[in-house]
Structure formats: structure tokens, C-alpha cells
């Protein structure tokens, strides 16, 4: 069965922090791994990563991908009270379904 | 551009009723629609896969006699919630893809059911 795991499931931090959020995943015919940001209605994407050791940059946030290891981080540098949200990790596998199997998610409190 | 509708955005039905949501493509057409339901505090769960034209695919699990869709079109998707209980009561969200890229799913803003 599919799987995907993110850690931790809840964070709390202070402004400026950074933070990094994992996900791991266990799915037959890999295809990409996406990270969403989701705040009060549906995710908006963030990144895709289809190949190892490339790192996806926007902003202050960057994701990379270990295909070897099997997971993935979510890095979100000098955070600011707008990053708080739930951080959704999903993986696009394979055999022409293009269906997502996502993780639980990761929520993220930035105080001020 | 890639812009995905839902309608109603929320909707509140008695038990024993029946619900339809649709999600459109506004401005792409849409091969593959995908509709989830993700319940307070938990992620977003698949329940079915629509091409157009053809029957969807359900996850397993998922009533398809109770969850009924229909990809009549390119742009719209619907989906109907047959005799509504409580515990249908949900966030439903569908994505499409289709828009600029083959790849990445366009999600629409979401309806709120709420079955009494």
C-alpha cells in the first residue's frame, strides 16, 4: 500500500526561526513528490520534485528530494507569521493514474 | 490562467437528501478531474479519479453508488452525495489537470458540507 509519512505533525516556533519539515513515502512507480501549502481552503502548490539532490527554490522556502532514502525536506528560513499553515506532502505515483497519495500533514505555528 | 471552480462553496442539507458539488475548469480543459474529501485536522483523502467521458475510479473503500460522479464535459466534474448522512458531513475539494502543465493538479477552493 502507498504510504506517506510526515514529521512532525505539529511545530510551534518564533518569527525568524527556521524550520524543517520531512516527509518520508513508501509508493510503487514513483513519479514526483509535491509539497502544498494548505491555510482555511484548498493547498497551493509549492514545489515538485522529480529527481535527487536538486534543490527547488522560492523565497525563503526551498525543498529537496532523496530518492535513495526515500523522503524529503521542507526548509522555511526567517519565518514569518504568514507561513503558519498546514504543510501537505504528496506523491504522485505511477501506472498512468497520476492519482496523489498525500501525508497527514505538518501544522506550523510561527508566533510573533 | 488555471483557474478550478467549486460550487457551492459550502451547503448545508438535511439527512436523506441528496447533494450535487460541481468543479470547474475555467480556463483550461481538464482531462483528469480528482475529488477528495479531508475531514477537521486530517489530510486530504482521494476518493475518485474522473476522465471524461468514462466511468470514475474509485478508491477503495469509497461507495461509488453513494458518491456519484459524472465528467460530462472537459471543464465540469460533479459530484453527487446520494441520501446524506451526518457522516458525510466534510470538505470537498476536487483538483483538475490539464492547465499549463500535463502534470500539475489545479485545486478548486472547496465545499463545506454539512449534513443535519
Known amino acids: 500500500e502507498d504510504k506517506v509519512v510526515q514529521s512532525p505533525l505539529s511545530l510551534v516556533v518564533h518569527e525568524g526561526d527556521t524550520v524543517t519539515l520531512n516527509c518520508s513515502y513508501e509508493?510503487?512507480?514513483?513519479?514526483?513528490l509535491l509539497w502544498y501549502k494548505q491555510e482555511k481552503k484548498a493547498p497551493t502548490f509549492l514545489f515538485m520534485l522529480?529527481?535527487?539532490?536538486i534543490e527547488k527554490k522560492s523565497g525563503r522556502l526551498s525543498s529537496i528530494l532523496d530518492k535513495k532514502e526515500l523522503f524529503s525536506i521542507l526548509n522555511i528560513t526567517a519565518t514569518q507569521t504568514g507561513d503558519s499553515a498546514v504543510y501537505l506532502c504528496?506523491?504522485?505515483?505511477?501506472?498512468?493514474?497520476?492519482?496523489?497519495?498525500f501525508g497527514k500533514g505538518t501544522k506550523l505555528t510561527v508566533n510573533p | 490562467g488555471a483557474v478550478v471552480s467549486q460550487h457551492p462553496s459550502w451547503v448545508i442539507c438535511k439527512s436523506g437528501t441528496s447533494v450535487k458539488i460541481e468543479c470547474r475548469s475555467l480556463?483550461?480543459?481538464?482531462?483528469?478531474m480528482f475529488w477528495y474529501r479531508q475531514f477537521p485536522k486530517q489530510s486530504l483523502m482521494l476518493m475518485a479519479t474522473?476522465?471524461?467521458?468514462?466511468?470514475?475510479?474509485?478508491e477503495q473503500g469509497v461507495e461509488k453508488d453513494k458518491f456519484l460522479i459524472n465528467h460530462a464535459s472537459l471543464t465540469l466534474s460533479t459530484l453527487t452525495v446520494t441520501s446524506a448522512h451526518p457522516e458525510d458531513s466534510s470538505f470537498y475539494i476536487c483538483?483538475?489537470?490539464?492547465?499549463?502543465?500535463?502534470?500539475?493538479?489545479?485545486f478548486g477552493p472547496g465545499t463545506r458540507l454539512t449534513v443535519t
Open positions: 522529480t529527481s535527487s539532490g
Open positions: 509508493v510503487t512507480n514513483f513519479r514526483s
Open positions: 504528496a506523491v504522485e505515483a505511477g501506472g498512468g493514474s497520476e492519482k496523489l497519495v
Open positions: 474522473s476522465n471524461e467521458g468514462s466511468k470514475a475510479t474509485y
Open positions: 480556463d483550461f480543459q481538464a482531462t483528469t
Open positions: 483538483s483538475a489537470i490539464g492547465g499549463r502543465t500535463s502534470y500539475e493538479q489545479y
